[in-house]
C-alpha cells in the first residue's frame, strides 16, 4: 500500500513552470515513475503532457456548459443571482489510454506509467465527479499494466494553479476509491543506479498436426514462446559485475552495473510432449536483447534484478505487439529459401490473422531493433527500429510521445543490439533428416575408423610373429653351429 509518494524536484518544478507559462485552464498527462508491492513509497520521476488528439483537440478540457447556468439565471430566494458554479473537467480517456500504452513500450525497467497527472483549479478539481477521475486512471492501467498485474494501485497528481500546491492521490483499481496521501520532492533522478544486459536465447517450439488443422496462428505461438522464455526467467540467478546476487549484496554507486543470468539447464522444457507423427515443424525463436533497469535510492538489489527480468520479457512483448499494429496490407514476414530470399509471397495477412497452416515455406519473422535515447543526464529510454525505418523517425517519435524539448542528436543515440532477434519456421523432418544425416555420417565414420584401427593391428601382430620366427630360425642355426664347432672330439684307440 502506497502512503508516501516521493517527486523528483527538478523534473517537478520543470513540469510547473512549463504548465504556468502556457496558461491553459486544463490539461492531463502521465506520471512516470515507480511502484511496487514491497514499499510503502512510490517515485514519480516526471510527468509528460498527453499530446492532441486526431483532431487537433486538447485530451482534457472544461465541460462547455457550467452545471450552475440554470441556477444563475432562476437566481435566489433573496432576488440576487447565484454565483455560477464551476466546470467540471471533461478527459478522452481512450485518447489518454493509448498514449499510456505507447509511452509504456518506451519505457525501461525499473520505469512505469504510474498513473496521470491533471492541470486545473482546486475549484475545477472538485467539480468533477471522482468517478470520472477513477475511470481516466483505470483507463491508463489497463492500457500500461504491471508486470505485476497484482498489483491494484495508481497515482493521481492534482497540479493546481489557483492556489498553487501540489496533492496526491492513491486509486485503488478494484473498487476505483481515491485516498489521499503524502506528497515529497527530492532528489530521484541523480541517485539512480542503472542495470544492463545482455540476454542471449533460443526456443524451439514444434508445430503440432492439430495447430495445423486449427486456428492457431504465429503471433499464438510466438507468444507461448515468450512464456516460456519468463518462465526461465523467473529460476535464473544473477550475477552483477561476476558476483552473485543475494539478499546481502551491495553494489558501488558506479553506474551502470553489467548483470549476467544462469538459466538452469532444462529446467523448463518449451517442447510439447507430443509424437515425431503429430509434429509437423518448428519455430525457431533466438536473438539477443539489450536490457535496463534503473533501481531507485534505498531500493534492495534484487528490485533491479527484478525489474531487469521484466524489461526482457516486455521488450519481447512490445516489438510482437508493433508488428501486430502494423497495417493490414503490409506483410512482416519474408520467405527463405535455401538461405536466399524467394518464394511465393503470402498472402497479405498481418500477424495476428496469419494461421500456421498458411506457413507452407520456410520463413522468417525479424522483430524490431531496440535503440537506446538519451532522456535525462545518464538515463535513456527506448524506441524500437524496423526495417524501412531510421533514427529520425525514432527522434521524432520520443519527442511527440515523450514531448522532449530540443533536438535529439543522431550521434547520442545508441544501437545496442547487433544479433537480430527473429522467429523462423522449419519443416520438422528437414530438421529430423538433416541431424539423421549427420548421425549416419557420424556413426559411417565411427566404422570405418573402427575398421582402419583393427586393420592396422592386424598388420602389427603378424608383423611381430614373423620376426619372432626368423629369430626362433638363427637360434636354432647358431646353436647347431656351435655344438658342431665347440663339441668334444673323438679319441682314436
Not at 485552464?25 to 486526431?54: C, H, K, W
Not at 520438422?428 to 548421425?439: A, H, Q, T, Y
Request: hydrophobic share 40%; aromatic share 6%; proline share 5%.
Amino acid at each position: 500500500m502506497v502512503k508516501t509518494v516521493i517527486a523528483d524536484d527538478n523534473q517537478s518544478k520543470s513540469a510547473e513552470d512549463r504548465l504556468f507559462q502556457l496558461g491553459i485552464p486544463a490539461q492531463v498527462g502521465l506520471v512516470i515513475g515507480q511502484l511496487n508491492r514491497s514499499s510503502d513509497r512510490g517515485f514519480v520521476y516526471d510527468l509528460i503532457p498527453t499530446p492532441p488528439t486526431d483532431g487537433g483537440g486538447p485530451a482534457c478540457s472544461l465541460k462547455s456548459e457550467a452545471a450552475g447556468k440554470d441556477d444563475k439565471k432562476k437566481g435566489s430566494k433573496s432576488g440576487k443571482p447565484s454565483a455560477e458554479l464551476p466546470a467540471p473537467l471533461v478527459v478522452d480517456n481512450d485518447w489518454v489510454a493509448e498514449h499510456a500504452r505507447q509511452v509504456s513500450r518506451m519505457l525501461l525497467g525499473g520505469m512505469n506509467v504510474v498513473g496521470i497527472y491533471l492541470w486545473a483549479s482546486e475549484a475545477t478539481f472538485k467539480a468533477t465527479s471522482p468517478s470520472v477521475l477513477s475511470q481516466a486512471v483505470k483507463g491508463v492501467a489497463q492500457a500500461a499494466p504491471f508486470t505485476d498485474n497484482e498489483f491494484e494501485e495508481r497515482l493521481l497528481i492534482h497540479v493546481s494553479y489557483s492556489p498553487r500546491r501540489w496533492s496526491c492521490r492513491v486509486c485503488t483499481l478494484a473498487s476505483g476509491g481515491l485516498r489521499p496521501c503524502d506528497f515529497k520532492t527530492g532528489k530521484l533522478l541523480a541517485s539512480l543506479q542503472a542495470f544492463r544486459c545482455t540476454y542471449n536465447f533460443e526456443i524451439r517450439l514444434p508445430i503440432s498436426q492439430s495447430g495445423i488443422l486449427g486456428t492457431i496462428t504465429f503471433k499464438d505461438l510466438i507468444c507461448r514462446g515468450i512464456a516460456n522464455l519468463a518462465k526461465d526467467l523467473q529460476s535464473a540467478k544473477a550475477l552483477i559485475n561476476g558476483h552473485l546476487v543475494t539478499e546481502n549484496v551491495h553494489t558501488s554507486s558506479e553506474s551502470p552495473h553489467d548483470v549476467q543470468f544462469l538459466v538452469p539447464f532444462n529446467k523448463h522444457i518449451s517442447t510439447e510432449a507430443c509424437s515425431s507423427e503429430e509434429v509437423v515443424g518448428l519455430v525457431v525463436f533466438s536473438g539477443a536483447i539489450c536490457a535496463f533497469a534503473y533501481l531507485g535510492p534505498r531500493e534492495p538489489i534484487v528490485q533491479a534484478i527484478s525489474d531487469l527480468k521484466s524489461d526482457i520479457v516486455s521488450s519481447l512483448r512490445s516489438r510482437l505487439d508493433i508488428i501486430t499494429d502494423e497495417a493490414e496490407e503490409e506483410v512482416a514476414l519474408s520467405l527463405v529459401g535455401g538461405g536466399e530470399s524467394g518464394g511465393d509471397s503470402l498472402a497479405e495477412k498481418s500477424i495476428q490473422k496469419l494461421a500456421l497452416r498458411e506457413v507452407r515455406k520456410p520463413c522468417t519473422l525479424f522483430f524490431p531493433r531496440r535503440i537506446l535515447v538519451p532522456w535525462y543526464s545518464g538515463i535513456f529510454i527506448c524506441d524500437y527500429l524496423q526495417a524501412l525505418e531510421t533514427f529520425e523517425d525514432v527522434k521524432d517519435h520520443c519527442q511527440e510521445m515523450m514531448s522532449m524539448d530540443g533536438p535529439i542528436e543522431t550521434t547520442s543515440v545508441v544501437d545496442p543490439e547487433t544479433a537480430p532477434i527473429s522467429a523462423a519456421t522449419r519443416s520438422f523432418w528437414d530438421v529430423v533428416g538433416k541431424c539423421s544425416s549427420n548421425l549416419v555420417d557420424d556413426s559411417k565414420t565411427n566404422k570405418n575408423s573402427i575398421k582402419r584401427e583393427a586393420d592396422a593391428g592386424k598388420l602389427e601382430r603378424n608383423s611381430l610373429n614373423f620376426l619372432t620366427a626368423i629369430l626362433v630360425l638363427l637360434s636354432a642355426v647358431l646353436i647347431g653351429w656351435a655344438v658342431v664347432a665347440f663339441g668334444p672330439t673323438k679319441t682314436a684307440y
